[in-house]
């Protein structure tokens, strides 16, 4: 996605990296980020609009921000989900704000969906308008180069994930096997939404480099 990270490969993920910036494009001034905390992680983590951090752990001091008012601040350690957030706020909306919510992977699916209806329910509460940004991946098992190794019995599982994000099929996100690494995320997405979207809209769909990849845009 983040171009100074892939170096000459960078074109082989600018329509990933297109179409998410076209997503996010769309959305009102102030969002929520939902991802799947690090590996390791032993609790959940909220970064708030002050935060800043920085993609130098994963190969350029790529610096980021959650708010106009954090950038110049001193990065702090983020999850690659807020990280990725705060990337796609600033080419796409520089004057958004963004808090990101990473939870852990272990997660079960009543604890997400909980988490899903509690942010639901605080969304309703506020008179703005908020934009709900998902940034979780999919099989990471999907190639021979993949980080995770190549499982072929996974292609079906990322291109069922891909359909249920694309039809806005809520039911079919709460089925997903472990072996989708944002699993959490999406099933916090399936809480969140208590009925089918108005409408659902597919962007991109792709595997660079083994791992899933969907870009789209959901409308409660």
Aim: include cysteine.
């Amino acid at each position: 996605m983040v171009p100074e990270l892939a170096a000459a490969a960078a074109t082989e993920t600018a329509d990933l990296r297109d179409a998410a910036l076209s997503a996010v494009a769309k959305l009102p001034p102030r969002w929520i980020g939902v991802g799947v905390g690090d590996a390791g992680m032993d609790e959940d983590t909220v970064a708030g609009p002050d935060s800043a951090g920085t993609f130098a752990g994963y190969g350029a001091d790529v610096r980021v921000g959650l708010s106009p008012e954090a950038h110049g601040r001193h990065p702090a350690r983020l999850p690659l989900c807020a990280l990725i957030t705060g990337w796609l706020r600033g080419r796409a909306q520089p004057q958004a704000s963004a808090e990101v919510r990473a939870y852990r992977s272990d997660h079960d699916l009543g604890a997400a969906l909980a988490f899903g209806r509690r942010m639901r329910a605080e969304i309703d509460r506020t008179a703005e308008r908020v934009g709900v940004v998902v940034v979780a991946d999919g099989a990471n098992t999907l190639s021979p180069p993949a980080p995770g190794g190549y499982h072929p019995d996974s292609i079906p599982v990322q291109a069922a994930l891909d359909d249920a994000l694309a039809a806005g099929d809520r039911a079919a996100l709460t089925r997903l096997p472990d072996g989708i690494i944002g699993r959490t995320a999406y099933q916090v997405l399936a809480g969140l939404i208590d009925a089918a979207p108005r409408s659902a809209g597919e962007l991109y769909r792709g595997a660079p480099y083994g791992v899933g990849y969907f870009v789209g845009v959901w409308h409660p």
